[in-house]
């Protein structure tokens, strides 16, 4: 009801939700450090389990898709609520930084292993602002270089280090020099396919996104005529 509204916020918690005061939410940092120990966690159980069902092989009416399905749902839910966190910080937040390259990380992960991630709107949407928050960043230096994800799957032993962050994760020798040029791409292919998904064209927000990814391209196209 609105009273409890008022004065409780869920918030992910690995697999789970966990109700807190509004006045004792955590912030950024604290948040980001808690999903990183509670997602080991869960990695390091189900690595000893053989790692997750494989989707593909059971119908949504058995335990095995349901497991499978709530693992990236929660997954995304957890870098959801970060990004929402690390946007309120200020530009210059290092600590920001950090963690916007975190949830472009598991976003990634999710939408390159689950259907469901990669065919949702708002988790489209959501990993554009994410780059774009990149892009906006002023806590890079000169040398461009984007901060680690610590890679709380491949630590552990079992099929769940198949699920390699750090496969999507900027990098130097593969992506180029500049990691806000690699950010802007990143930014611009997964707003692009939110665009051109039908269920998109619903949401409140779309011809929002729609007049910021047209002037932006309007704009870089226009540099590069103006550069020829």
Same mark, same amino acid.
């Given at each position: 009801?609105? !009273?409890?509204?008022?004065?409780?916020?869920?918030?992910?918690?690995? /697999?789970?939700?966990?109700?807190?005061? $509004?006045?004792?939410?955590?912030?950024?940092?604290?948040?980001?450090?808690?999903?990183?120990?509670?997602?080991?966690?869960? !990695?390091?159980?189900?690595?000893?389990?053989?790692?997750?069902?494989?989707?593909?092989?059971?119908?949504?009416?058995?335990?095995?898709?349901?497991?499978?399905?709530?693992?990236?749902?929660?997954?995304? =839910?957890?870098?959801?609520?970060?990004?929402?966190?690390? #946007?309120?910080?200020?530009?210059?937040?290092?600590?920001?930084?950090? #963690?916007?390259?975190?949830?472009?990380?598991?976003?990634?992960?999710?939408?390159? @292993?689950?259907?469901?991630? !990669?065919?949702?709107? @708002?988790?489209?949407? @959501?990993?554009?602002?994410?780059?774009?928050?990149?892009?906006?960043?002023?806590?890079?230096?000169?040398?461009?270089?984007?901060?680690?994800?610590?890679?709380?799957?491949?630590?552990? !032993?079992?099929? /769940?280090?198949?699920?390699?962050?750090?496969?999507?994760?900027?990098?130097? $020798?593969?992506?180029?020099?500049?990691?806000?040029?690699?950010?802007?791409?990143?930014?611009?292919?997964?707003? =692009?396919?939110?665009?051109?998904?039908?269920?998109?064209?619903?949401?409140?927000?779309?011809? =929002?996104? $729609?007049?910021?990814?047209? /002037?932006?391209?309007?704009?870089?196209?226009?540099?590069?005529?103006?550069?020829?």
């Amino acid at each position: 009801d609105q !009273a409890y509204r008022e004065r409780y916020e869920e918030i992910p918690f690995g /697999l789970t939700r966990r109700i807190v005061l $509004k006045e004792d939410e955590p912030g950024l940092e604290t948040f980001r450090a808690e999903s990183q120990a509670t997602w080991s966690i869960i !990695a390091e159980h189900f690595a000893s389990d053989s790692g997750l069902p494989d989707a593909s092989r059971y119908d949504e009416s058995t335990w095995e898709y349901t497991i499978t399905v709530m693992f990236w749902d929660a997954l995304i =839910q957890s870098a959801t609520h970060l990004l929402d966190l690390a #946007s309120r910080e200020d530009v210059k937040s290092s600590l920001a930084l950090s #963690s916007l390259v975190e949830v472009t990380a598991w976003v990634e992960l999710a939408v390159a @292993n689950d259907d469901k991630a !990669a065919s949702n709107p @708002n988790v489209r949407k @959501n990993l554009g602002v994410g780059y774009m928050r990149i892009v906006q960043s002023k806590a890079l230096g000169p040398e461009c270089l984007l901060p680690s994800v610590q890679d709380v799957f491949v630590e552990v !032993a079992g099929d /769940l280090s198949m699920l390699n962050l750090n496969e999507h994760v900027w990098n130097e $020798k593969e992506d180029g020099g500049d990691c806000k040029a690699w950010a802007s791409l990143r930014w611009q292919f997964h707003t =692009q396919e939110f665009l051109m998904m039908d269920q998109a064209k619903a949401l409140s927000d779309y011809g =929002q996104v $729609k007049a910021i990814y047209d /002037l932006v391209v309007g704009q870089v196209a226009e540099k590069t005529r103006t550069m020829a």
